[in-house]
């Protein structure tokens, strides 16, 4: 992940379907963003309903291209488990600087 990025005033978090794993981790990852000070709201959205103007997008890598597609001017972090972890903590850390 690149630094030096401006902090976006919303970030999404897309999965397939937009339900099940996009909410699990919107949730995840907002939780740790409050832990760091960072009051960014996170919302889950399918991939195919991702707002064109979003600026930063959270998804599964095998869905990044996808969502590069759909919006074409956001910050795409492509991750390799919804569960995060580690994931979530680098999209944190990069958001701080």
């Given at each position: 992940?690149?630094?030096g990025?401006?902090r976006p005033?919303r970030?999404v978090?897309a999965c397939d379907a937009?339900?099940?794993?996009?909410?699990?981790?919107?949730?995840?990852?907002s939780?740790?963003?409050?832990?760091?000070?960072?009051d960014?709201?996170v919302?889950?959205?399918a991939i195919?309903d991702l707002?064109?103007?979003?600026p930063?997008?959270v998804t599964?890598e095998?869905l990044?291209?996808?969502?590069?597609?759909?919006?074409?001017?956001?910050?795409?972090?492509?991750?390799?488990?919804f569960?995060?972890?580690?994931e979530?903590?680098?999209i944190?850390s990069?958001?701080?600087?």
């Amino acid at each position: 992940m690149t630094s030096g990025i401006a902090r976006p005033e919303r970030i999404v978090f897309a999965c397939d379907a937009g339900m099940g794993s996009s909410a699990m981790g919107a949730a995840a990852l907002s939780k740790k963003l409050k832990a760091a000070g960072l009051d960014i709201p996170v919302e889950h959205s399918a991939i195919s309903d991702l707002p064109r103007d979003v600026p930063f997008v959270v998804t599964h890598e095998s869905l990044a291209q996808r969502a590069r597609t759909q919006c074409p001017a956001a910050r795409i972090c492509p991750i390799t488990s919804f569960m995060g972890g580690t994931e979530y903590d680098a999209i944190v850390s990069e958001l701080m600087h």
